[in-house]
């Protein structure tokens, strides 16, 4: 699985942007997808996941009830749709794809097989 990562940018506090990240093969429903995100001297985190079919979703406690994820399992594509935005969700932007993720391991980058490339999201105050 090949996945691509688009629509970071730079955008003022406040303001809204959403994400998209494109996966290769037809094997998409099969995997759990996340997105984690790597500020500037700081580790990779985990900010949201989606369960296979898309009947469940996962946040962490700092964009719950700002970010929102989706996918569309017909387009091969997963979606995090940020509001509200920060300027401490200012970093790079990862989606994996997890083909054996269970219970809350979801929140553990090392769980996913595959990641996409990064996309920037800069946020200013």
């Known amino acids: 699985v090949q996945l691509q990562a688009s629509g970071g940018g730079l955008v003022q506090a406040g303001g809204s942007l959403r994400l998209s990240c494109a996966a290769s093969g037809r094997t998409f429903s099969s995997y759990v997808m996340g997105w984690f995100r790597q500020g500037l001297g700081n580790e990779r985190e985990f900010v949201a996941a989606?369960?296979?079919?898309?009947?469940?979703?996962y946040y962490s406690d700092s964009v719950k009830a700002r970010f929102t994820i989706s996918r569309d399992n017909a387009k091969n594509t997963v979606y995090l749709q940020m509001n509200s935005l920060k300027p401490e969700d200012t970093a790079v932007y990862y989606c994996?794809?997890?083909?054996?993720?269970?219970?809350?391991?979801?929140?553990?980058?090392?769980?996913?097989?595959?990641w996409g490339q990064g996309t920037l999201v800069t946020v200013s105050s």
């Open positions: 994996g794809a997890g083909a054996r993720i269970i219970n809350s391991y979801y929140r553990i980058s090392s769980q996913y097989d595959y």
């Open positions: 989606i369960s296979r079919s898309g009947s469940s979703t």
